[in-house]
């Protein structure tokens, strides 16, 4: 996830280079109303028959999906002592006999091969945790509400330092929201190349700090830490800027938050959606609790409830909760390996046109 400067502008250059066929809809706008949010896959492994509080805890975890508003999040019950498939043993092996039963949640597929997000013993504490922290509901609220940007600063615990990176990207967004222009809208063109919310389209950052030490938040730092494997490794500030449903773009650490990189990222979620299918561009998907079909649907936004009370009585009526047995995960198996094909192939095929337009550029320059 955590790129160089240079990388970061090619990410960026290439998800904007079938610019022929952008809509008028800027990426933060499209990424809110038309990219859901890809699920992250909750294992809960024991042994055996489970004891009521921990099945209370389990079925708490399966109906989080369904919930109004649900998270995304997939949840696979697996007893060790059952055949499993390859994947899941491998994955049991490599966590060393933990007490059971035991939580594990992994990234969305595509992720560093779907890498360990959050591990825990089974326990309210875990669940709150994992499924609702301040942060993240602040987090919802603000690109519910139309926000371009939200740019989650995580501190060094350095007073002097915090402040100093926090005014820097402060007086950076400050000026980009001043001189960026949002693309113009065509009230008489097609429907598809227009938002399909009533919220005002408005360029707008903001800025929200996380402390490593605060317990509230411990799952939530746990997740951001871990979409790139060298940033456990960095105790200095570091910057992720989150857009559409809580997709984090980039990780960058305090000595790349330079007017650069920060115009780089502000330029490409405002600007025109030129590639429309989301996993052709750069990003993760955070783990959220958050009503976004309220926007399509005109209705207000449900909040939270408060952390595992009301889950599962609050499910949507006709929604299916979203779990499984190893033998359904095996099906999923097979068809994350489909999925994975087709975007493949899709990528091959933004590769040979991003190849075209850069030659064709290229050929353009040197006859001038």
């Known amino acids: 996830m955590r790129r160089p400067a240079r990388t970061l502008a090619l990410l960026l250059a290439l998800a904007g280079a079938a610019a022929a066929n952008a809509c008028s809809i800027p990426v933060f706008r499209y990424a809110l109303e038309r990219w859901p949010a890809a699920p992250y896959g909750a294992i809960v492994f024991h042994r055996g028959k489970l004891e009521p509080a921990a099945r209370a805890l389990l079925e708490q975890l399966k109906g989080a999906a369904s919930a109004q508003p649900a998270a995304n999040l997939e949840c696979i019950e697996v007893d060790v002592e059952q055949p499993l498939p390859a994947e899941l043993g491998e994955l049991w ?5 933990p007490a059971l039963p035991f939580l594990v949640v992994r990234y969305p597929e595509g992720r560093r091969e779907s890498a360990i997000a959050f ?3 089974l326990n309210a504490d875990a669940l709150r945790g994992l499924l609702d922290s ?5 987090l ?6 139309g926000e371009s940007a939200v740019w989650l600063v995580l501190k060094s615990g350095s007073t002097a330092q915090d402040q100093a990176a926090c005014k ?4 950076e967004l400050k000026g980009l929201a001043q001189e960026l222009k949002l693309p113009e809208q065509d009230p008489d063109g097609d429907a598809m190349a227009r938002p399909a919310a009533d919220l ?6 903001s800025i929200l700090s996380l402390s490593r030490e605060d317990a509230a938040e411990r799952a939530f730092v746990q997740m951001l830490l871990g979409t790139d494997k060298d940033l456990a490794a960095e105790k200095g500030v570091l910057a992720f800027p989150v857009f559409g449903r809580g997709r984090l773009l980039c990780a960058l650490p305090e000595k790349q938050l330079t007017h650069e990189t920060i115009a780089e990222v502000a330029e490409f979620v405002t600007g025109a959606c030129s590639c429309q299918v989301k996993d052709l561009n750069p990003g993760t998907d955070l783990l959220l609790a958050a009503d976004w079909e309220a926007l399509l649907e005109g209705r207000a936004v449900e909040e939270p409830a408060p952390p595992l009370t009301g889950i599962t009585a609050n499910r949507t009526a006709g929604v299916p909760r979203i779990c499984g047995t190893p033998a359904q995960y095996a099906l999923a198996e097979q068809r994350s390996f489909q999925r994975q094909l087709v975007i493949a192939l899709g990528g091959l095929l933004f590769a040979v046109v991003v190849a075209t337009v850069l030659l064709k550029r290229r050929a353009a320059r040197k006859r001038n």
Do not use: I, M, T, V
């Not at 919802?140 to 509400?145: N, P, S, T, V």
């Not at 820097?168 to 007086?171: A, K, R, T, W, Y």
């Open 93 to 97: 092996k490599s966590l060393n006999n």
């Open 119 to 121: 591990s825990s013993p």
């Open 134 to 138: 301040p942060a993240r509901r602040e």
């Open 140 to 145: 919802a609220k603000r690109l519910l509400g």
């Open 168 to 171: 820097l990207l402060q007086d």
């Open 200 to 205: 005002p389209l408005r360029l707008s950052f």
